[in-house]
């Protein structure tokens, strides 16, 4: 009798998963226009900003900053585990039209900013759509028409296993996206905050406690990630204060990030028991300089957080 109460509670419990609401409309009915202007950015921003090839790809991570291999370009199989502190296994889907040619424009859109599939799954918010909804609807539009040309790779991959709750409650994070406005460049901290979203700085450069970012430690740095290397990499203090970036010049800012904008720094092998980093580095470099530099003066503007991490505390 136990046994027949548990199951009809497990199975009340799974489809009450199955009725949870998503907050998300429809897709719209979009035919996005491709016009080599939106191609350019599109490519800009899946490459160097948003971080679309850095998750979209397998990367190998025998080498130093794990660059993205580049016969798997947007063909997913990244996983994210619980050793990296996510509440299951994800595999990063595959983005090439080999996998998304039956989408429509509005499908895509939906999914990057609002985190529902084209079949109504939700997206885990390992995917920052909560960041890519508060770009400007022209940028996302860009990104669609990037995507659409990448090289078709057929790669089958395995469904996600999500932690209970997690599994269920994961069907009422997404939200009906509500698109920013790009900045002009001249409005430095504006234009710099807007870049910063784009690339997600905030999702691992804030610790989090039970899953959450904890409030009154943006950017500050200290939130541990499990290496499939090897090892647990702590984020940096990006803040302001002594214990972050407080004696970084703009300039060195800018040319920590460009020295590693060369093809020597894409195949250094990683020594034995050096701990890597999740941080795409060698993407972020062929960043624009007047790009990192307006992140840099975003950064200076927060507020400066006293937090000193160790970013690799076990050597």
Request: proline residues 7%.
């Amino acid at each position: 009798m136990m046994r027949l109460i548990s199951l009809i509670l497990a199975l009340s419990i799974s489809s009450c998963g199955l009725l949870l609401p998503i907050n998300v409309e429809e897709a719209e009915d979009l035919n996005i226009e491709r016009t080599p202007e939106r191609l350019i950015r599109g490519e800009y921003l899946v490459k160097h900003v948003a971080g679309c090839a850095d998750c979209h790809s397998r990367r190998d991570w025998s080498l130093v900053n794990a660059p993205a291999i580049e016969s798997t370009f947007g063909a997913g199989g990244e996983v994210f585990n619980e050793e990296m502190g996510m509440p299951g296994t994800i595999y990063s889907p595959n983005i090439t039209p080999a996998a998304l040619g039956d989408w429509t424009d509005g499908e895509l859109v939906r999914a990057i900013t609002s985190g529902v599939s084209k079949d109504g799954t939700p997206l885990f918010p390992v995917m920052p759509y909560p960041n890519y909804s508060r770009l400007s609807r022209e940028d996302i539009f860009s990104i669609v028409t990037y995507i659409r040309t990448l090289e078709p790779i057929e790669n089958e991959l395995p469904k996600r296993k999500l932690n209970f709750p997690l599994n269920l409650i994961v069907r009422t994070i997404p939200k009906q996206a509500a698109f920013g406005i790009l900045p002009y460049t001249s409005d430095a901290i504006a234009y710099g905050k807007y870049l910063i979203t784009a690339a997600g700085c905030a999702d691992c450069h804030t610790p989090m406690e039970k899953g959450r970012p904890i409030q009154g430690m943006e950017y500050a740095g200290g939130y541990g990630m499990g290496m499939p290397s090897g090892g647990i990499a702590y984020s940096a203090n990006l803040t302001p204060h002594e214990t972050g970036l407080k004696a970084w010049t703009r300039e060195g800012f800018i040319q920590r990030f460009k020295a590693l904008d060369t093809e020597e720094a894409r195949h250094i092998t990683l020594k034995e028991g050096q701990i890597n980093t999740v941080m795409p580095w060698t993407y972020y470099a062929s960043m624009r300089a007047e790009d990192l530099g307006a992140i840099y003066d975003y950064l200076r503007s927060i507020p400066a957080v006293d937090n000193t991490v160790i970013k690799h505390p076990e050597l």
